[in-house]
């Protein structure tokens, strides 16, 4: 069975961190770009950072840059979400997702244009004192 399984949520004050994992299953995910993104209160999801298959490109939500890290190991078929300096609007369901098309051809309109092929679960995050 193809699934993304993600996991590494939790609570969390506010300045802390936390590492989400993604972990595909039944599938390589080395040849597809990869992507993370957030749903707060059932309202759309929003992206939060993406990863192109090679590792080579990169784009993360303006909101996010300088304190999320997004990596991947396709020997491991993971990809990761280092997210630093928390605060209460980082909060939410953090989704991994997976496209076949290379991230070049969304370029930085990612957000609005990705399809995705593969959803997982989603991970729990929350920020609080």
């Known amino acids: 069975q193809e699934q993304f399984v993600e996991s590494g949520g939790g609570l969390v004050q506010p300045g802390g961190s936390l590492r989400l994992s993604c972990v595909a299953s039944?599938?390589?995910?080395?040849?597809?770009?990869i992507a993370w993104f957030r749903q707060v209160d059932g309202r759309r999801r929003e992206g939060v950072s993406a990863?192109?298959?090679?590792?080579?490109?990169?784009y993360y939500a303006d909101s996010v840059k300088g304190r999320f890290t997004i990596s991947r190991d396709n020997a491991q078929n993971a990809v990761y979400l280092q997210m630093n300096n928390l605060t209460p609007e980082d909060a939410g369901v953090y989704y991994c997702?997976?496209?076949?098309?290379?991230?070049?051809?969304?370029?930085?309109?990612?957000?609005?244009?990705?399809?995705?092929?593969?959803w997982g679960r989603g991970t729990q995050v929350t920020v609080s004192s």
């Open positions: 997702s997976a496209t076949s098309h290379p991230l070049s051809v969304y370029g930085p309109r990612w957000r609005e244009m990705w399809q995705g092929a593969y």
């Open positions: 039944g599938f390589r995910m080395g040849r597809l770009a």
């Open positions: 990863i192109g298959r090679d590792n080579e490109l990169k």
